[in-house]
RNA sequence: GCGCCAGUAGCUCAGCUGGAUAGAGCAACGGCCUUCUAAGCCGUAGGUCCAAGGUUCGAAUCCUUGCUGGCGUACCA
């Protein structure tokens, strides 16, 4: 069914008119492109043949025997050509809409359906002694999105950050700091940008002689047998970096139940290769150890390397029991680029071989890459771009707007950050999560048209609305029998609370395909009706109430910015 | 080579499990601020939905093949 809209009455109805069964209608029945043919469409195609009769022909019969007395909040069901649309009364309809929203309040739109249901998240997972750039965005806002969704849904969120706290390119960064450390600035402002300085260099260097590649590796192998000096170096490295992170997420207003990196599974991963040998899976092949996936059309995992030393799909899987004994987890995911869809694949087949139920519940939800116009972004060629530069850029810009375009405002740094932070996230969730990008500073800090600003602008214009109401002493209707209705008796009214009556639906397909874009463009939709709607009437008017009622709206498309904004982790100033 | 993903207006993208005339934004051009925030609104222009087959009453949407681009393809993560 195309929303929950459809009631069995509608159904029923339809049902005996056409002489079909219940399940038919209900999966034939759809939510026309252009709403001015209604609300709901049955096209009759499909009966043409069993029926011998055209199409239109059969509509047009069923129309005509149509009870006397349609479902309650039907206007009517008239045939058009081969359609049977169903009409709504748009009072009754405004009536239940506005009424839920002002019951519900930030509430419209969520729902119970993950109630008792534990999601674990894995998502944002920035490597230590790496810059946060801005390829980071697209986990961290992605990853937190979903979380408020489903969390709006009912489910409780379990958001972990598994930080890449382990790994052959710490003993890379070890030798690179041992040979190097003098010459960079570990101590002052930017200690990141310090070991940027080693990482590069020591990888420009391996290019040539890959020899300094084996010096890492032996570095690594130190540390994970515990040498003094190496674990030294490693906390030293992890606490320059958390320091940095912690900043970012402050400013994103991104937060973790977990933050268990991957040294964290350092020692549960005996156990991993145990239960790989009990099930018979490991192999031995060129010195290594791993599962053998050809079968499955799969590369072969690597569980061991040669030097004993474990690998990345060695400590996902020892993560992956880790969270199911821990959570128990509904769904276990993972918000990582695409690029390494492969090696999820890998890890849920390993799962599975080991005869683990839940490895179905373990899911990689991917996305797109962000790249520069010439090419790729590469740490290791020293290629960022840092996401807090962009941030102090879009605030900057945001500072510069505010300063022309609104000058009074008082909190103004405060709202320069909110805004100019949110631009950045909203733009990242704009497209489906899918889809690669290429960072472009012009585009990345363009506040108009389909933008956060634009939707945050949308908001504040609308609180604005109900402030001055409030001056005068207006105040938007409280109960619904208030209602008049010639108010909203005009096109972009109408439109308009179809684009918040469509919201709760779009939360829901959202929260289902983990896809925070959903949300987006339901939020930009209902702030161009909204806009629209503000450009062609006035809502205090000289009526008072005419005015309440426009006011009910304004109040509902305010509560539905906010929520929408909300669950996309961007603030929603009052003003700006 | 093989695998995964993408291909819709000049650019960036929507288009829900196939349905009525394929929609936005940006850029271009022309309008609208003496009443609620012009980060806005209105209008003009812009399309062989990568291509060819197939399924269907009906395909941007599903299937097949091909083309283009991105990513991956064992001791990085």
Redesign the pocket.
Known sequence: ??NESVNDTIVDVLRTALGVDKDWVE??I?????R???DL?L?C??L??EKRKA?AQIAKEASDSLPQELPKGVDRIEA????L?VFFDPKSQARDLLESILENGDRFGSSAVGSGKKVVLDFSSP?IAKPFGVGHLRSTVIGHSVANILNFQGYECIRINHF?D????FGKLMVAYIEWGDEVDLEGNDPIQGLLQLYVKFHKLAEEDPSW?DRG?EW?KKLEDGDEEALRLWTWFKEISLKEFDRIYTRLGVEFDSYSG?AFYNDKMVRVIQRLEEKNLLEE????K?VDLEEY?L??V?IQ???D?T??AT?DLAAAYYRHDTYEFHKNLYFV???????FKQVFKVLELLGEPWAKDCEHVPF??I?FAD??MSTRRGKVVFLEDVLDQAVER?DK??SE??PALNNRAE?AEQ?GVGAIVFYDL???R?????FDWD?IL??????G??AM??H??F???LR?AKQRGLEPHTTIDEIQFDALDNDEAKSLLQALEEFP?QIR?AGEQYEP??VT?SV?EV??KA??F????????DEEDISRTRLLLVHAVATVLKTGLTLLGVAAP???
């Open positions: 069914m195309p999966s034939t759809e939510v026309p492109g252009d001015k043919m209604g469409a096209p195609f499909k043409a043949k199409p058009v050509g081969p359609y649309n490597n890449g382990w790994g052959t390119q590649d590796r690594f991957e092949s060129r010195g290594a791993i059309g590369t072969p690597l390397r040669s030097d030393a690998l990345y400590r680029a695409s690029a390494q869809n492969d090696h797109g890459l790249s090419g790729m945001v707007i505010i375009k609104n709202v805004v704009t497209r489906r899918i889809k690669d990008w290429t585009r363009t506040f108009e048209g389909e933008t600003p634009y602008y949308s504040a214009r609180r604005s609305i001055k639906d397909r874009s959903l463009q930009l702030a161009d806009n629209k503000y450009n062609a009437h006035h809502v205090l008017v009052e003003e700006m």
